[in-house]
């Protein structure tokens, strides 16, 4: 029964894990001998994928191989007092205990960071696979009017709520920005709650985000000049997958982004973004220095489309599953 309770904390209209690491790249092979069963878990005739979880989805037995693809930290998660009560709770009665039931019949598992493959390559065979958007990613026609001191500096944290504690480090620096400088506008998405001294503050905007699909459907048409990714130093937030790179490039942002977070390095190689350590005071001067430079700020958003754009690519999911699923050559080509 609380299994069921919990499953209804997933997203209503579909599931942003089966999206970005299958439907996306690979929906046509929906027509090419893969079947649907449930919006986590598809079945080909040689083999069963089952995405996080399977609610309940009949789970093919006999000579199908078993491929689990995970794409959190579960255990470390459980155990983080800082992620919210509820998503812990999904997390410990609905992804651990599919995986427990999973895993011992699993062959292979794909993982979407480095620190998950640590964590199951012991026992399972693993794969790394990066997500996939299907929407374009940005131009930077919009830094044209701030490059003329005209209009507003649009900043923007993506992250969902399950990073309450990530955005609970930026609150402060957010709230000083805003009160030096007039042009700055904030963007977060509506289910954060927005501390009472923000909460009335007309450049504070909210994302509608009341479920992936609403969320996704309207970050295509969004343009911002600088995201924020902090991240704690957390087992879990070590698991993030590269998806906020993308997501950035997408909206045409350059970025701040956490020391400690594994990723960060590819975006200060390609100068997408500034990476600094988790010091308030460092991301305040290094937010106002942007806003106050936005030619400078252009650039590392160039470099953030730049860097999106290697690392969204269809080619190798639809390799990776037509592999592990038996699809034929030609739907995978």
Known sequence: MFQLLLSRLLPASGS??????FNNACGDFLEAGVTRLAPTVFASDSACLVMRHGLG???PSGQRRLIYMIDD???????????????RQK??????????????????AVVSAPALAARHAPSL??????PYWSEPLAGLEHFAPALAGEGWLEIAYLGSSVHRADLEFLWPVIGAVLEGNPRARFHVASRHRIPGALAGNPRVWRIPADNWAVYRAGLAER????????????PF???R?????????????GAIYSLGWPEAWRAGNARAGLVLRNRREEWLVAIRQLLDQPEVLRDLAAGAVELAARLNRPEPQRRLWADLLGVAANAAA
Do not use: C, W
Not at 73 to 87: M, N
Not at 91 to 108: G, H, K, Q, Y
């Open 57 to 59: 989805a009949p789970i």
């Open 241 to 253: 997958s590269v998806n906020k790179l993308i997501e950035h490039g997408l909206v045409g942002a």
């Open 237 to 239: 937030n070590q698991a």
């Open 73 to 87: 930290e579960v255990e470390d998660g459980i155990a983080d007092p800082s992620l919210p009560f509820l998503y």
């Open 16 to 21: 942003p894990t089966a999206d970005l690491y």
């Open 125 to 130: 065979q693993t794969r790394m696979l990066h």
């Open 223 to 234: 343009r911002f000049h600088l995201a924020l990714y902090p991240l704690l130093a957390s």
């Open 91 to 108: 997390l410990r009665f609905v992804e651990r205990a599919a995986s427990r039931r999973i895993v011992p019949r699993a062959a292979v």
